[in-house]
């Protein structure tokens, strides 16, 4: 059984800066995909950001702000968020694919299993 744990989440200030992290058990994230959403309230679920063996897809209103990283070794991955605005505000999930995929997906059909979230506010 897969388990994803993100952590990392909090408040913090317009302007500021998070790191959110994710640990994978049951799952060998070597040439997997991993990646994050999220989803603020009243609002549908975005991607924010995947990685499959170190290449990496962005959500466009990512805009460079944002960095996923991963750590194979350990069934890691992270996402670096700099620059932090009000409209970032949402609970940030971790999600991992089961199948062996050719390209880092943005698509949430493509991804199997899914954490339980991690809350970011972010405020003036």
């Known amino acids: 059984q897969v388990l994803l744990v993100e952590s990392g989440g909090g408040s913090v200030q317009t302007g500021g800066s998070l790191r959110l992290s994710c640990v994978a058990s049951?799952?060998?994230?070597?040439?997997?995909?991993m990646a994050w959403f999220r989803q603020a309230p009243g609002n549908q679920r975005e991607a924010v950001a995947s990685i499959l063996d170190g290449r990496t897809t962005y959500g466009a209103f990512v805009k460079g702000r944002f960095t996923i990283s991963q750590d194979t070794a350990k069934n890691m991955v992270y996402l670096e968020m700099n620059n932090l605005q009000s409209d970032d505000t949402a609970t940030y999930y971790c999600a991992a694919s089961r199948r062996r995929l050719l390209w880092a997906s943005l698509r949430a059909e493509d991804f199997t299993d899914w954490g339980q979230g991690t809350r970011v506010t972010v405020s003036s």
């Open positions: 049951g799952y060998t994230s070597n040439g997997r995909v």
